[in-house]
């Protein structure tokens, strides 16, 4: 939770009655691999602050094939936002990749937050930016670039993540088959 | 300028000093087709909220293929918002596909605003999240549905966007090539 709060004060004023108000309506908690935090078809309340580990966001399409939204690692939210913005039942599911470590939020509780400290409106809307630029790089990217060069600027961004991931997650987010992605890794390991 | 203030009535209180702060900050432009309004590779000091026609934002990749980020029509808003968010040159370009009326807001005086009024920040943080939502449903619609599901459901969301569209404006926002897209529609037009 520290690391949330100093993240917080790095960009603005918090004062005691705020960060008590946190505590209140979060709770720490760690899950092990494979542990399913969200579940596709049923009610989102929580969203979730990631301290440790990995976790992944996807939906699960009529035919069973998943579907890759979000890997998320320390310091990255995580969620079905869909489902809370819009007040559905979720359509993803949230699970562990390996055992992580949460601070699990009353999605509820958070917006209230807003209401009782104003001042939280400016920090929540420079994470909604900033989430709003990597979520259009990333459409600009799956238009614009090849799988394999996608695929290396995965890597590039996010070095830590591949470790935690099986072939499946990857290619799912990538949007690409896994014997593609299979090809792009011996080509890559060739040069 | 008046159905903006009406949509933001219609969410919250407007002060007559808010309402008149926006008008000073904004003005109302007529565009013609082909104009361009953001020009990749410059800074973008302007957000456009749409009140009549279609605009599209782009990119241009090193091969001088456009990929389509966004359309706009009546009520939405377009710029680059990751110049804008992250403080750099355009990436994207902005054009009128018809004669277009929009109003130009000085981006940086309508986030100077959100100081000034700080009631408009649950506005603007419920925009910012509506936005999230739309783009996590494109991404995991491109990710799950076929090109043909994903044109068909284009149609039914947006019916008036199609009619203004080129076949390479359409195709290059669905990530299809133009033969893809022409199959697509002779077969919709076999059923």
Chains 1, 2 share one sequence.
Not at 56 to 69: A, F, M, P, V, W
Not at 137 to 163: D, G, M
Request: charged residues 25%; proline residues 1%.
């Amino acid at each position: 939770m520290k690391t949330l709060i100093e993240k917080i004060k790095n960009n603005q004023n918090l004062s005691q009655e705020a960060e008590d108000y946190l505590y209140s309506i979060s709770k720490e908690k760690t899950f092990s691999k494979g542990d399913i935090l969200i579940h596709q078809g049923q009610q989102v309340n929580k969203t979730y602050f990631v301290t440790e580990g990995c976790l992944r966001s996807y939906c699960i399409d009529k035919n069973g094939k998943e579907h890759t939204l979000q890997f998320a690692i320390k310091n990255w939210w995580i969620s079905d936002f869909i489902a809370i913005y819009n007040n559905e039942l979720a359509t993803l599911t949230v699970a562990c990749l390996k055992e992580s470590k949460v601070i699990e939020f009353n999605a509820k509780k958070l917006d209230t937050m807003l209401n009782l400290f104003p001042e939280f409106e400016i920090f929540q809307r420079h994470q909604l930016e900033r989430h709003v630029v990597n979520l259009h790089k990333r459409i600009l990217n799956q238009l614009q670039l090849t799988a394999s060069e996608r695929y290396n600027l995965f890597l590039e961004q996010y070095p830590e993540i591949e470790q935690f991931t099986r072939n499946y997650h990857m290619a799912s987010y990538l949007g690409i088959t896994q014997e593609s992605l299979s090809r792009i890794r011996v080509e890559k390991s060739k040069k």
